[in-house]
C-alpha cells in the first residue's frame, strides 16, 4: 500500500473540521429556533437536555452562540408561559455557561418563585450587586408575606437568602427593617411549629378539626410535651415544621453574616472617633486596617463596608446608622436571639432520650454538635450568656463522655470562653487528647473535627501543651488517613515543634509508616484477621509488647527513640505492600519539608545542630520502601545542606559523628551512596579555618586519612569487577571517588603538608581505575578529574582559591568573575564542563 502525501491528508482533515463546524452551528440554530417558537414539540426538551450534557461534560465552555444564549435567559424567567421543567433545564445550561462575558446583565423575575431557579446564574454573571441586593430584598419580602403551605416556594428562596449572605457576608444586601423582618420570621418558624402531624402525604394538607390530634413524637417514642425541634419524629412533616428543620439549618450561618454586617458598622462608628473596637474582648479581625474605599462591584473583592466612611459622613450619622441597627445588634433583636438559646436548650434537653434507632443516635449527635457551635457563636457575640449558659454546657459533657464529637465541642466552647466562667480548660483538653483520640483516631467525623479544632485554635493551643504533649495522638490520625490531612498538617506541625519536642518529632515523622503499619496490624488483631500475619502475630506477642507500646504512645516526653528500631523495622516489614503503608510513605517526605522550614525559621542553631546526629543516624534505619528512603534521604541531604549553610560551624559541634558516620561501612548500604556522597562534599565544603578556629591541622589529618581508607577501598572493590556484576548504584559508585578525591585535594589545599599524600593517592586510585572494567564514560571522568585535581594541588596558592570560594557564591559565574588568572580560570572551566561539579 502506497504512502499517501501529507498534503492530501492534511486537506482532508480540514474538510472534515470544517462539515463538523457545519453540522454543530446547524444544530444550534435548530435548538435556537425550537425553544424561541411558541409551538413546542416534543423534541424541544430532548435537544435542551443534549446541549445540557454537552456543556456539562465540556471542560472549556462550548461556543454557544449569543443569540440562544438570550433566548434561554429569557425562557428561564418567564413563569407565566414556560413549564416548570424547560425554565428548570434552561437555568441549568445557564448556571454552567457561566460567566458570559458578552452576555448584557440578566434582569430580575418579576415572579419571586422563580428567584431561586435563576438565582446561581445571575449570582455567577452579574457583577452589579444593586441587583443581587435588590433580588435579596424581594426574596425577604416573598418570605413576610407567604404561607407556611407555600414550602415548595419557601425553602429554595430561604436556602438562597443564606447562600447570597454567606457569598456577600462583609456587605449589606438588606437593610435593618428587612433584617428584623427575617430574624422575627426565623424565630417564629423556629418556636412556634405546630407538635401535630399531618395525616396526608406530600404535598402538605390542613388537618380538619374532627380529626384526632396526632402528636409528633420524640427520640425515645414518647409523645412531644414541648414545642417541636428538628429532633422530633413524625410520619408526615407540615410546611411550618420543614421550614422550622430548615431555619435550624442555616442557622450558623445566617448568625455569622449578621454579626458580620454588625461589626462592621460598630468599626465604623469607633474609628470614626478614632478608636480601635473590640468585641467581647477578643481583637476585630477588621481592626488593623478598615477599608473606606468606595464599594467594589465583585464579590471577590476586599471587604465592603455597610457604610462607607468619607468626609461627609459625620457622627451623627453614624449615631443614627448604629442606632438603627442596635435593634438588630447581638443576631438581630434580643427575642431572636432567645428563640435560638431556647432552641438549643430545648436540643440538649431532648439528648437526654435514648434513641430507638442507630440512625437517630447519629442525627441526636449532629444536632447536639450544631447546638453547642450555636451557643458558642452567640456567647462569643455575648459574653454575658457564657455564664448562664455554662451549667447546661457542663452537665451535657458530663453526660457525653460516649459521644466524643460532641465532647470535642464542649471543649471548645470551654477553651474560648473558660476565664469567664472559672473553667480549667486545661484539665478537659488533657481528657480528650490523651484518651479519646488514642481510642477513635479512625473515626473519620471526629478526625476531621479534631483537625478543623486545631486549625481554628492554633494560636490559642500553642501556649499550652496540646500540640507539643499530644502530637503522637495527633499524628495517629494522619497515619490512618494519609492522604487526606497531608495539607492539614503540614499547617499544624509548626505548632508542634518546640526546642524539647524536635528530636522526638523527627524521630515520630521517620518512623510514620511503622506508625501506620503498627496501627492497621493492632486492627487487624482486633478483627482476627490473619492478614499480614507476621505483623499481627508481632503485635500480639508478649515480648514485642515494649516495642509497640513506645511507638503506640499517647504522650510525648518519653524518649527520642528505642535501640531495638532495626527490630522494629523488620517484625513490621510484611506491611510495607498495604495501601495505607504506602501511602503514609509518600506523604512523609513533604511533612519533613515542613518541618526543616519550619526548623530553620526558629533561628536557633542550638535547635539545628541538636538534629544533626539524627539525621545522619536516621539515614540508615528507615522503614523499608525503596521510594520511601529515597524521598526520604533527598529531603535529610537538602536539610544538612541548609543547616551548614545558615550555620557553617556546626559541623565541628558534630565532627565525631561525622567521622564515625563516614568510617563505618553501614553508612554505605545500598541506596544511601548518594547521602553518604554529601556527607563527604559537606565535609570537604565546611571543613574550614576560616569558618571555625577549631579546624585545625589535626582535624583535616582526621578527615583526610578517613576520605584516603575509603577512596583505596573503593577503587579496589571497582577494580576487575565485570560490568555486568557491576550494580548500577553500588556501594561503591564512580561519583563516590570523585567525591572523596575532590574533598581530599580541599582538605589538603587548607593544610599543605597533606598535598604530597594527596597527589599520590590520587594517582593510585586512578591507575587502578583505568585498568578496571569501568564503562568509558565513567573511566573518562575518573582521569579527567585526577588530572585537573593534581594539576591544581602543583600550585598550591592557586589551589586555596580553586577549593575555597566564597560561602556566598554558588553561581559558576559569579565564582568566574572573581578569578583573574588565566591558569586557574581554564581549570575552573574544565571544573564545571565535567559531569561531576565540586557540589553533588
Not at 492534511?10 to 444550534?28: C, D, H, P, T
Not at 413563569?79 to 446583565?105: G, N, Q, V, Y
Not at 557491576?726 to 578525591?741: D, E, H, I
Request: aromatic share 8%; glycine share 4%; charged share 20%.
Amino acid at each position: 500500500m502506497s504512502e499517501q502525501n501529507p498534503d492530501v491528508i492534511i486537506s482532508s482533515l480540514y474538510a472534515k473540521g470544517r462539515e463538523r463546524n457545519q453540522q454543530i452551528v446547524a444544530w444550534y440554530d435548530k435548538v435556537f429556533q425550537q425553544v424561541s417558537s411558541r409551538e413546542r414539540s416534543s423534541d424541544t426538551l430532548v435537544q435542551l437536555r443534549q446541549l445540557f450534557y454537552i456543556v456539562l461534560v465540556n471542560i472549556d465552555n462550548p461556543a454557544v452562540p449569543i443569540h440562544l444564549v438570550e433566548i434561554l435567559s429569557q425562557t428561564a424567567v418567564d413563569s407565566e408561559r414556560e413549564t416548570l421543567k424547560l425554565r428548570w433545564l434552561c437555568a441549568a445550561i445557564l448556571r454552567d455557561l457561566a460567566p458570559i462575558p458578552s452576555l448584557p446583565t440578566v434582569p430580575l423575575p418579576p415572579d419571586t418563585a422563580t428567584l431561586p431557579l435563576i438565582l446561581p446564574f445571575i449570582l455567577q454573571q452579574s457583577v452589579n450587586q444593586r441587583q443581587i441586593t435588590q433580588a435579596a430584598t424581594q426574596m425577604v419580602r416573598c418570605l413576610a408575606h407567604s404561607s407556611p403551605q407555600e414550602l415548595d416556594t419557601l425553602v429554595p428562596i430561604l436556602a438562597c437568602i443564606s447562600n447570597i449572605h454567606h457569598v456577600y457576608r462583609d456587605v449589606r444586601l438588606i437593610g435593618s427593617e428587612e433584617m428584623n423582618t427575617l430574624n422575627k420570621q426565623l424565630g417564629v418558624w423556629l418556636r412556634f411549629a405546630p407538635k401535630t402531624q399531618i395525616t396526608g402525604g406530600f404535598p402538605l394538607t390542613k388537618i380538619q378539626k374532627k380529626q384526632p390530634k396526632n402528636f409528633v413524637k420524640e427520640l425515645d417514642g414518647a409523645t412531644c410535651q414541648d414545642f417541636f425541634t428538628c429532633l422530633n419524629l413524625a410520619s408526615n412533616y407540615g410546611g411550618e415544621q420543614m421550614l422550622n428543620i430548615m431555619s435550624w439549618s442555616l442557622m450558623r450561618n445566617w448568625i455569622d453574616c449578621t454579626y458580620s454586617q454588625w461589626e462592621t458598622v460598630e468599626i465604623l462608628f469607633l474609628a470614626s472617633r478614632g478608636s480601635t473596637p473590640s468585641i467581647s474582648g477578643r481583637e476585630s479581625p477588621f481592626s488593623q486596617s478598615i477599608n473606606t474605599s468606595p464599594p467594589d462591584t465583585t464579590p471577590s473583592s476586599s471587604p465592603v463596608p455597610l457604610i462607607r466612611a468619607s468626609s461627609s459622613f459625620t457622627n451623627e450619622s453614624m449615631d443614627g446608622s448604629l442606632a438603627r441597627l442596635s435593634t438588630s445588634s447581638k443576631l438581630g433583636n434580643n427575642t431572636f436571639q432567645e428563640r435560638i438559646i431556647e432552641y438549643c436548650q430545648r436540643v440538649i434537653d431532648q439528648s437526654q432520650r435514648k434513641p430507638l434507632k442507630k440512625e437517630d443516635d447519629d442525627m441526636l449527635q449532629a444536632c447536639l454538635i450544631e447546638a453547642v457551635i450555636l451557643i458558642d457563636r452567640i456567647c462569643i457575640r455575648d459574653g454575658g450568656l457564657s455564664s448562664k449558659l455554662f451549667p447546661t454546657l457542663k452537665r451535657l459533657l458530663l453526660q457525653s463522655s460516649d459521644r466524643d464529637r460532641v465532647v470535642l465541642h464542649l471543649v471548645e466552647f470551654f477553651l474560648h470562653h473558660g476565664d469567664a466562667i472559672a473553667f480549667d480548660t486545661d484539665k478537659a483538653l488533657d481528657s480528650f487528647f490523651g484518651s479519646n483520640i488514642a481510642n477513635s483516631y479512625h473515626n473519620q467525623g471526629l478526625a476531621m473535627d479534631t483537625i478543623l479544632f486545631g486549625l481554628r485554635n492554633a494560636n490559642t493551643l500553642r501556649e499550652g501543651s496540646v500540640f507539643t504533649r499530644y502530637f503522637p495522638n495527633w499524628l495517629k490520625i494522619l497515619a490512618w488517613s494519609p492522604v487526606t490531612y497531608v495539607q492539614d498538617f503540614q499547617q499544624l506541625l509548626p505548632y508542634m515543634l518546640t526546642s524539647t519536642t524536635a528530636l522526638e518529632l523527627l524521630h515520630f515523622l521517620l518512623d510514620l509508616p511503622c506508625l501506620s503499619a503498627a496501627l492497621q496490624a493492632q486492627q487487624y488483631s482486633k478483627d482476627g484477621l490473619t492478614t499480614f500475619s507476621d505483623s499481627v502475630q508481632a503485635c500480639q506477642e508478649h515480648s514485642y509488647q515494649f516495642v509497640f507500646n513506645f511507638l503506640l504512645r499517647n504522650e510525648a516526653g518519653q524518649c527520642d527513640t528505642i535501640d531495638k528500631l532495626d527490630s522494629l523495622l523488620l517484625l513490621l516489614s510484611d506491611m510495607s505492600s498495604h495501601p495505607r503503608v504506602l501511602a503514609t510513605c509518600d506523604v512523609t517526605p513533604l511533612l519533613l519539608t515542613r518541618y526543616f522550614q519550619a526548623l530553620l525559621s526558629a533561628n536557633s542553631k542550638l535547635l539545628a545542630s541538636k538534629v544533626v546526629p539524627v539525621i545522619l543516624e536516621r539515614s540508615r534505619q528507615l522503614y523499608n520502601v525503596i521510594s520511601f528512603r529515597r524521598d526520604v534521604r533527598t529531603e535529610l541531604r537538602s536539610a544538612l545542606l541548609s543547616i551548614f549553610q545558615q550555620y557553617p560551624d556546626v559541623l565541628m559541634d558534630h565532627a565525631s559523628e561525622l567521622l564515625e558516620f563516614v568510617g563505618q561501612h553501614s553508612s554505605l548500604s545500598a541506596g544511601n551512596d548518594g547521602f553518604f556522597s554529601y556527607v563527604v562534599f559537606l565535609i570537604g565544603e565546611y571543613a574550614r579555618a576560616s569558618i571555625d578556629a577549631r579546624c585545625n591541622s589535626e582535624t583535616y589529618d582526621q578527615f583526610y586519612e578517613v576520605f584516603e581508607s575509603l577512596a583505596y577501598e573503593a577503587s579496589a572493590s571497582i577494580h576487575g569487577r565485570p560490568v555486568q556484576q557491576r550494580p548500577q548504584r553500588g556501594v561503591y559508585s564512580a561519583k563516590l571517588v570523585v567525591m572523596l578525591l575532590t574533598a581530599m585535594s580541599k582538605l589538603a589545599s587548607r593544610s599543605q603538608t597533606l598535598i604530597p599524600r594527596v597527589i599520590l593517592c590520587i594517582r593510585k586510585v586512578d591507575q587502578q581505575t583505568a585498568d578496571s572494567s569501568l564503562s568509558a564514560s565513567d573511566k573518562r571522568i575518573l582521569c579527567s578529574r585526577a588530572s585537573q585535581l593534581i594539576s591544581a594541588l602543583r600550585l598550591p596558592n592557586i589551589a586555596s582559591i580553586v577549593f575555597n570560594p566564597p560561602l556566598d557564591l554558588h553561581m559558576p559565574n559569579v565564582i568566574l568573575n572573581q578569578v583573574n588568572t588565566a591558569q586557574y580560570l581554564s581549570l575552573i572551566n574544565s571544573e564545571l564542563s565535567s559531569n561531576y561539579a565540586l557540589r553533588p
